[in-house]
């Protein structure tokens, strides 16, 4: 039943975004999400990272850029292994994103973050530095 739910909304012209946690590979592998968009959402302590040895407890927000780099490549990786897809969205678990998750997204290639949480008045991210972010040319780490 799943798997009609994409094509259904296709239908009156509605794309969806789905977000894929890497670590539950046996309830996304080989999924048909259709033309609807594939994003990555992750949390440190996810299994599939920890067995990959980036992952960590706590928060994205709790780690450098070049930590949540690793973690979220890593999630990448295996998200485009499962689905033969690449995520270009992504929603940092717990809704943590900061600065460094910025630059870490954007160095991997991904065009669009989810992590904001709709009416959250504190994010770690100061999303005013966002195109001061995109400007550096991501030559500094």
């Known amino acids: 039943m799943a798997s009609r739910i994409p094509f259904t909304f296709e239908s009156f012209g509605v794309k969806l975004s789905f977000m894929v946690m890497p670590n539950v590979p046996e309830a996304i592998a080989g999924t048909d999400f259709g033309n609807n968009e594939t994003g990555l959402h992750i949390h440190p302590d996810d299994s599939c990272l ?4 980036v992952g960590r407890p706590g928060c994205p927000r709790d780690y450098g850029s070049e930590h949540q780099k690793n973690m979220i ?6 998200a485009e292994d499962m689905l033969g897809v690449t995520p270009r969205t992504f929603v940092a678990g717990r809704w943590s994103a900061n600065d460094q998750t910025v630059r870490a997204l954007v160095k991997l290639g991904f065009t669009h973050d989810a992590s904001p949480r709709f ?9 005013r530095k966002l195109f001061h972010i995109l400007a550096e040319g991501l030559g500094s780490w």
Do not use: A, L, M
Request: proline share 0%; with cysteine.
């Open 119 to 127: 009416g959250s008045v504190s994010n770690c991210c100061d999303w």
């Open 73 to 78: 490549s890593v999630g990448k990786e295996i």
């Open 50 to 53: 920890i067995g990959k040895g």
